[in-house]
């Protein structure tokens, strides 16, 4: 990166969000009838593409860098008495979806961490997850998130009979000093026994999160974790911003602040991991990704189907994502559901026969034409407002107040407007800000982030 444009970057670095969904999360409001809910769901046409998402909050020890929605527990009876309240959301699911014969494209287990699952339970889930839908798809994917201390041959022979094809393993750095500094104690030969172990099971692709910004990484340190990371030979890696944001998520106040690379450090940091993953052949996908060139992202970005959902990077254009369990956000077409945060009014409306959802979203035709806009700027770092409204039948939109608020990063070098109105990102760290004016809802935000802080 020249330093014209890292200073461009410093100098308009703010608090933005990451734009896995717009609106964004922290806009859903409160007050969905049951009714509603269900009217939602009968919504979906009959055979449509549905992708399904099961949140599991459990992790069995802290990491202090986390912003996922998870709590630690040593008991494992906790984890199974959430498994029996998904199970009870999904009979719910059942009967108004299964006469629908919709066909699965994707299902993802994410977290807090889908390992802390015993593998009957793993299998009871995916078991009642089958009867929603139509898993023969020969595009269909599978795949769960992976902490690689936990992984074990009986978890992986469950997850290989189950269609797991795809594993992301947490692995956010290798280096001792970084990773005992944010309370994680895991090392290389345990990620790669937990490698070896998924291509063992026949689950060869292999996704790896890196963070960067975490205490203690030097521009050295993360060049040999990112060597590292590429000696597992992963299909993908992610490259994620760690966000310090202790007022929101008390646990970070035991990272030593002392110890995090300043804002301009961090943009080394990422430029320099950046490199060694394209010098190795990775295509760099959106803002944070890399794909080898074989991946479906590859593909996806280079035929404009690259999409972007609360899971990240995708080739996932199903109009519908079915999300259970606490704080899981659904999309049903223009409509996001968020289920309850915190366990006990989760496990309260579930036990009482209501489907468990809090927070809701009905987007508005502006809303619709925004959120395309930033989905294509996150996933291809320049769209066309005018065409994207166009190609949604509606060729007016007044986009002059966005194109008048980008005019500053145009001048910093940091964006390119051409003459038919196509904004470009000239670095991956604008695409964010250039989002952000587009962003209706982003003075009120409680959830922005700064733009090196991904
Ligand atoms: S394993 Fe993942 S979800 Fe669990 S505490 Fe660590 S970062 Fe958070």
């Excluded at 619709?368 to 994207?388: D, Q, W, Y």
């Amino acid at each position: 990166m020249n330093n014209n444009i890292k200073e461009s970057i410093l100098k308009h670095d703010r608090m933005v969000p990451r734009y896995t969904s717009y609106p964004t999360a922290p806009h859903f409001k409160s007050g969905a009838t049951q009714d509603w809910y269900r009217k939602e769901l009968e919504k979906i046409p009959a055979r449509s593409p549905i992708s399904l998402y099961v949140h599991v909050p459990f992790c069995s020890q802290l990491c202090w860098f986390c912003g996922c929605h998870t709590r630690v527990t040593s008991r494992y009876s906790a984890v199974g008495d959430y498994t029996d309240w998904l199970l009870q959301e999904l009979s719910m699911l059942v009967p108004i979806l299964a006469p629908k014969r919709l066909e699965v494209r994707y299902l993802h287990f994410g977290g807090g961490s889908p390992t802390m699952l015993r593998p009957s339970d793993f299998r009871r889930i995916v078991s009642r997850l089958r009867k929603i839908g139509d898993f023969t798809r020969d595009d269909l994917g599978v795949s769960v998130e992976i902490d690689p201390r936990a992984a074990s041959a009986d978890k992986l022979s469950a997850y290989q009979k189950c269609g797991v094809n795809r594993a992301s393993l947490g692995v956010q750095d290798f280096n001792q000093q970084v990773m005992n500094a944010v309370n994680r104690s895991q090392d290389y030969d345990t990620c790669k026994r937990a490698t070896d172990m998924c291509r063992a099971h026949g689950i060869n692709n292999v996704n790896i999160d890196l963070m960067y910004g975490l205490p203690y990484q030097t521009r050295d340190s993360i060049r040999k974790t990112a060597e590292q990371a590429l000696t597992l030979e992963p299909q993908r890696i992610s490259l994620f911003g760690y966000a310090h944001v202790p007022w929101m998520k008390k646990h970070m106040r035991l990272i030593q602040e002392d110890a995090l690379p300043s804002v301009e450090d961090r943009l080394d940091l990422f430029e320099d991991a950046a490199e060694v993953f394209e010098n190795a052949g990775y295509v760099p996908i959106g803002i944070d990704h890399f794909c080898k060139e074989s991946d479906n992202l590859v593909t996806a970005l280079r035929s404009n189907c690259l999409s972007r959902n609360f899971q990240g990077y995708t080739d996932d254009n199903c109009p519908y994502l079915l999300a259970v369990g606490a704080s899981g956000i659904s999309r049903l077409g223009d409509v996001y559901v968020q289920n309850y945060v915190h366990l006990p009014p989760y496990r309260d409306r579930v036990l009482s026969g209501q489907f468990p959802f809090d927070k809701y979203c009905e987007m508005t035709e502006s809303d619709k034409i925004r959120a395309r806009v930033i989905e294509k700027m996150m996933c291809n770092l320049s769209v066309n407002p005018l065409g994207e409204a166009a190609g949604m039948g509606i060729p007016d939109h007044d986009f002059s107040g966005v194109y008048e608020s980008i005019m500053p990063l145009v001048r910093d070098g940091l964006a390119q407007i051409s003459s038919d109105g196509t904004v470009h990102a000239l670095a991956r760290q604008s695409a964010r800000l250039i989002c952000a004016s587009f962003d209706q809802y982003l003075p009120h935000s409680s959830e922005a982030r700064h733009v090196t802080s991904s």
